[in-house]
C-alpha cells in the first residue's frame, strides 16, 4: 500500500517563501513520478509540479515557473516544493501525489494522494 503525507503548510505574507514536504512510502525499487497539485475552493485541481524520481525530468506549471522548485531525496524518500515569491493566488490546499505514468497534469491519472496541506498568502 503506497502512503503520501504532507506538511509545511502556513500561512504567509506576500514575497515570503515555504518549504512543503511529502513522505512516501510503499514503493518497491522502481522509480515513479512524484506531483504537487493545488486546489483553492471553488476552483478545479491544478498541477503545480512534477518530478521523475529515476531523474532527469522535472515539469512546472507556467504559473510558478521560476518561484517553485520541486525536488526529490531519493535517500529518505521525500518529496519537497520549494515556494518563493509567493503571491495571494498561490493560496490553495496542496496536494502530493504518485504513480508511474509522468506524462501530464490530469489528476485523474495518479492513483495515490496525500491528505492536503494548507498554503494562505494574504496581501
Known amino acids: 500500500q503506497v502512503q503520501l503525507a504532507e506538511s509545511g503548510g502556513d500561512s504567509v505574507q506576500a514575497g515570503g517563501s515555504l518549504r512543503l514536504s511529502c513522505a512516501a512510502s510503499?514503493?518497491?525499487?522502481?522509480?515513479?513520478?512524484m506531483l504537487w497539485f493545488r486546489q483553492a475552493p471553488g476552483k478545479e485541481r491544478e498541477g503545480v509540479a512534477r518530478?521523475?524520481?529515476?531523474?532527469?525530468?522535472?515539469s512546472y506549471a507556467d504559473s510558478v515557473k521560476g518561484r517553485f522548485t520541486i525536488s526529490h531525496d531519493n535517500a529518505k524518500n521525500m518529496l519537497y516544493l520549494q515556494m518563493n515569491s509567493l503571491k495571494p493566488e498561490d493560496t490553495a490546499m496542496y496536494y502530493c501525489a504518485a504513480g508511474y505514468y509522468c506524462g501530464g497534469w490530469s489528476y485523474k491519472v495518479y492513483n495515490y494522494w496525500g491528505q492536503g496541506t494548507q498554503v494562505t498568502v494574504s496581501s
Open positions: 510503499g514503493y518497491t525499487g522502481r522509480s515513479y513520478c
Open positions: 518530478i521523475y524520481t529515476g531523474g532527469g525530468y522535472t
